[in-house]
């Protein structure tokens, strides 16, 4: 059956997924185009449905992916053209979309990992958040914690940025003072960030595991977030800037960490 | 004279500027903001005049940089606030605004650099641009060379995100060849970036000064680019993503560059 009203109670439900407030009442996300949606299934993420509109989708490999979908007892949504556009974000809508489920790890369940993660406080900007998901992936991190009020991991425009490493990078939630009392009864190492740190980043020595933990865009870590590392490295600022941007700051700093690995 | 008209011929003109083909047709941008306006002033950033709303600039520090701009001599355009919002960005302007002159340096004039220059090819996003520029002048870098068709280095989200580095950093534009003849003209290296690059970015040696190209994001830099390079660099990939986003990759080998300089 296929949908072509734009006031279908279940299209009006997926389009408010673009806000924040309906994906954490709905908790449920939408991941849109050929490529995300694909990395998806392959990372099996957890999905509710795929949306298509079969007048735009013209990929045989999308197509292919699909009816692998529905084989497996998958739901598949099929809308008009129309509908789709009113769904998508994207400008030329490939005609694929899925609806993912809004899954957090808690701390204490996260398997130990071999470098660490990321643990971001109060991070304002969704490209940012999910830039950082892909570095990490690539850096060899394990997730992403997010302390405090940031943005929304699964805000269509962190979804873009991460390229699919939302998919496989885990996700907590954890105020400051949890996450540093999960590191303490685990033995693992706090590494904080800051123009004010003590430690040049080239010159550190960086535990395993560890939580590299970042402040926000606008503010940093506190002076008290800052008194519960282990220690603070900063990054040498040679311009008239006196910070750079967060998702690089991270990059730069995940690489570092991981620079003695044999990869 | 407060201008409160929106349909004023040179408010026309002026809100033109968000295009970027009204940019390369009058030679000129907008900067906006309290912060970016006071760092273009103190780059000597060539600029047309101030706009200012007086109505909405609240802040003492602002009002100082507008009268000691007009006290040397300065155009100030003084708008109400509801035209001054006609040619904002900004959500909550702060009711300053400059109009900066275009000026990009020819290849030729720039002088030599102690640590070199980054060159973009066919770079698509200004967010990215803008990030980088703030980058480049972190890491101790001199400008930023644009080949081929790049988007542009004044476009507002590029401005914004270049924090002041606009200003700061010197910006040429030219074609590779060009490009290729100046390095070895001059001695200078010319370094790219790719994943299919032959050395892992953390052993190679870098020349003094040199050129760091990278490629467009869908692309990278094509086969004949990379053949003309004195070397290519890789970054290591160890998750399921096998790029990194530009700003961070161009971010990682700008500090690894400088990473033995004593700063």
New interface residues.
């Given amino acids: 059956m296929l949908i072509t009203s734009l006031a279908n109670p279940t299209i009006k439900m997926l389009r408010a997924l673009r806000q924040r407030k309906a994906r954490d009442e709905q908790g449920r996300y939408l991941i849109e185009g050929i490529r995300l949606v694909a990395?998806a299934i392959q990372?099996n993420a957890p999905l509710d449905m795929l949306i298509v509109a079969p007048e735009l989708l013209t990929s045989a490999f999308a197509h292919e992916l699909v009816a692998n979908y529905a084989a497996t007892g998958g739901r598949v949504l099929t809308v008009s053209a129309a509908v789709f556009a009113s769904l998508a974000e994207k400008e030329h809508p490939q005609g694929i979309a899925a609806v993912g489920r809004i899954e957090y790890t808690a701390l204490e369940s996260f398997p130990m990992a071999q470098v660490g993660w990321i643990a971001l406080v109060e991070v304002a900007d969704p490209?940012n958040l999910g830039?950082i998901l892909?570095?990490?992936?690539?850096?060899?991190f394990s997730g992403v914690i997010l302390v405090g009020a940031t943005t929304d991991p699964f805000d269509p425009a962190a979804v873009r940025?991460s390229?699919?490493?939302l998919f496989?990078q885990r996700l907590a939630r954890a105020d400051w003072g949890h996450l540093v009392a999960w590191c303490r009864a685990h033995g693992i190492g706090l590494v904080g960030s800051s123009d004010r740190g003590a430690l040049d980043y080239?010159t550190a020595t960086y535990p395993r595991p560890l939580v590299l933990a970042l402040g926000s865009e606008r503010e940093g870590l506190s002076a008290d977030q800052l008194a519960n590392c282990d220690c603070v490295v900063r990054?040498?600022?040679?311009?008239?800037?006196d910070?750079?941007?967060l998702?690089?700051?991270a990059?730069?700093l995940m690489?570092e960490v991981?620079?003695h690995?044999d990869?």
């Fill in positions: 990395e990372c490209g830039t892909r570095t990490a992936d690539s850096a060899g940025a390229m699919g490493a496989s080239r990054i040498p600022m040679r311009g008239r800037s910070s750079l941007n998702a690089v700051a990059g730069v690489y991981t620079r690995d990869f």
